[in-house]
């Protein structure tokens, strides 16, 4: 059940808990960052006009190169030749 719960997740996408843990919490507080910005663009639009925009485009830019990185990755591991 503990692995289930904690440890699947982070696995399915090559990482450990910990490290899940800080991308997870990086990429949140990110987004908390991006939606203050909105907030405040809410009630002044002349500031932080392009800001939810650029912090969802930077967060999408980042999350397909990590998996198309761990795709290669497992993809390497798999076709790998090994000659002794």
């Keep these: 059940m503990f692995r289930k719960l904690f440890l699947n997740h982070p696995a399915s996408v090559g990482e450990s808990y910990v490290e899940h843990f800080g991308v997870a919490g990086r990429f949140g507080l990110t987004m908390v960052i991006g939606g203050a910005g909105c907030m405040v663009h809410a009630l002044l639009p002349f500031v932080f006009k392009t800001r939810g925009s650029d912090t969802v485009r930077a967060l999408h830019v980042e999350m397909?190169?990590?998996?198309?990185?761990?795709?290669?990755?497992?993809?390497?591991?798999?076709?790998?030749?090994?000659?002794?």
């Design 64 to 84: 397909v190169a990590k998996r198309s990185a761990a795709r290669a990755a497992q993809t390497q591991m798999t076709t790998v030749e090994y000659v002794i």
